[in-house]
């Protein structure tokens, strides 16, 4: 039986954005809640795509977007290279999202979290730790948080099972999206018995997507492959000075040619970190 990889776009999706059962014990898994009052019961799939305020404003389309019984808000993203671009990109989709409660009018107290947890199959930090959690706290005096806004990001690359001290099911979610692939004969036995995890698993088996699918999922490998091989050889040709320009460059180049082959221009800003404004200016 072969298996797909479920960190590419459709694959993801296809998990988290159409079970609410497995994003619910995925969000319960990753987020820092801590106490058992404050995990998700139950989840409403939102419209991904969050729309822009004004006619100059930036549309973007994030991966999987839900909202609990309490209101809550939550956004789930799979990003496969980091760009300095990247957290920005995260603050300012979350912020629309929680700004947009109030569209139709209504008490400031009414508003509520949101979080976003951010999958980043690439490193971006120089310590060791997989997991960074950013709140709004006080820097000096109470350290005091302004609740509304929490961002988790996850470097794949330096999550080891070997990280016992986390959360169990923490760890067999990342188990999942860092140790099933296109070469998997045989799923770990471990995974196997949760059934959450065996779910999802059943949704990553070749046989359950259509050929135009595959397809899909095929080009979207090539198009990272290529980004990245693209972007590796501009950091070893370029001097420190035009570094920044240059792997720009290669980024702007591998948009256009995306574009060319009617890739989406979400999906294309997620690739090469470039804004949506930039591609649709290509």
């Known amino acids: 039986m072969r298996y797909l990889n479920p960190k590419a776009d459709l694959t993801f999706k296809k998990v988290f954005g159409e079970h609410p059962d497995l994003v619910i014990s995925f969000l319960n898994a ?11 019961r139950e989840v409403t799939y939102m419209n991904p795509e969050l729309m ?8 973007s ?6 909202r609990d019984g309490m209101g809550r ?27 947009k409660q109030l ?24 310590g060791d730790s997989y997991y960074h959690d950013y709140r709004i706290v006080e ?15 996850v470097e794949l ?30 799923v770990p036995k471990e995974l196997m018995e949760n059934p959450e995890i065996r779910k999802a698993v059943a949704e990553l088996e070749e046989s359950a997507f259509t050929e135009e699918q595959l397809l899909v999922y095929d080009k979207f490998w090539d198009i990272v492959s290529t980004a990245k ?7 070893k040709d370029g001097k420190q000075e035009g570094l920044r320009e240059g792997e720009r460059t290669e980024r702007m180049k591998n948009a256009r040619g995306m574009k060319a082959a009617g890739i989406d221009t979400e999906l294309i800003a997620r690739i090469t970190g470039l804004t949506t404004d930039e591609i649709e200016a290509l």
């Open 30 to 40: 990753l987020l820092p809640f801590e106490t058992p009052e404050e995990e998700i």
């Open 139 to 153: 820097v000096e005096g109470t350290g005091e948080v302004i609740e509304g806004l929490r961002f988790v990001f």
């Open 157 to 186: 690359p330096k999550f080891t099972p070997k990280n016992f001290g986390d959360k169990r099911m923490l760890v067999l979610w990342l188990r999942y999206l860092t140790e099933i692939n296109e070469k998997t004969l045989d």
């Open 52 to 59: 822009p305020r004004s006619p100059l404003g930036k549309d």
């Open 103 to 126: 569209e139709a009018g209504g008490d400031y107290d009414l508003l509520q979290p949101v979080y976003s947890l951010n999958i980043v199959n690439d490193t971006f930090s120089t």
């Open 73 to 99: 808000q939550f956004i789930v993203e799979m990003q496969m290279m980091w760009t300095s671009a990247y957290r920005q990109r995260v603050l300012f989709n979350a912020s629309k999202a929680y700004v």
């Open 229 to 235: 091989t693209n972007i590796s050889s501009s950091y």
């Open 61 to 66: 389309i994030v991966d999987v977007r839900c």
